[in-house]
């Protein structure tokens, strides 16, 4: 099983993927996805979280709303929200309004965030390793493999995939576990949810319940076999 740091790590970057454009738009404007290939973009978060988590982990500690912020800020810039946001909700984003598939990506943005934020205060430098990239840079598919040391010095593949957005920035929109997909795994659970109680009762529950829906959700499909 993944440590909870590797798991905080992996879906601290992971999550924001869902996040809503309207609200990704609120991360710091000093930060920008213009790093010049996909690897210069996870070195750079790799760099910020050793300097704005690991090095203020004591102001941290107590003070969750601004361990959100600055994963906020470390993260958001990042990740392509838009084409991650429809890919979590699958064959449901035709059938979802505007409005319902901003509020759930928001709300299951701040479900996921709020499970994993405090993971990250056992984040220490050296955690993750940016390994070198091997193959070729493709607009519409690269990844960025990385390696994750537990605390038990485990040692978790995390693999980031890329594509370059029409304005020439290279973002994210999926991270791989072990061979685990992070939209493949969530679109099956929330795919589950939905045709078990409908789109609009998920979000409300998302929206209310926060991380305890998420867990309930995953406690689930983890009961009907999903992985």
Known sequence: ???????ATAI??????????AFAQSASSAQ???????QAVVE???HQLDTQIADHKAELQNNKPKLVDEINK??????????????VLGMHAR???PDQRSRFAKAFYNSLTNRY?????????????VLPFAGEVNPKYTVVKTMVTTDDKKQIAVNYVFHQTADGQWKAYDVIIEGISYITNYRNQVDAQIKK?????????????????????????KGNGAK
Do not use: H
């Open 12 to 21: 601290a970057l992971g999550s924001v993927v869902a996040v809503a454009p």
């Open 95 to 97: 059938e979802a309004s």
């Open 44 to 46: 750079d978060i790799t």
């Open 197 to 221: 109680e409908g789109l609009d009762s998920l979000i409300k529950e998302l929206e209310t319940q926060g991380d305890k829906a998420l867990q309930q959700m995953e406690q689930e499909n």
């Open 74 to 87: 470390i993260f958001l810039p990042y990740f392509d929200t838009d084409w991650a946001s429809i890919l």
């Open 1 to 7: 099983m993944l440590r909870q740091l590797a798991i």
């Open 32 to 38: 920008s996805s213009n790093a010049s290939t996909p």
């Open 117 to 129: 934020a405090e993971g990250l205060l056992d984040y220490s430098k050296g955690t993750v390793k």
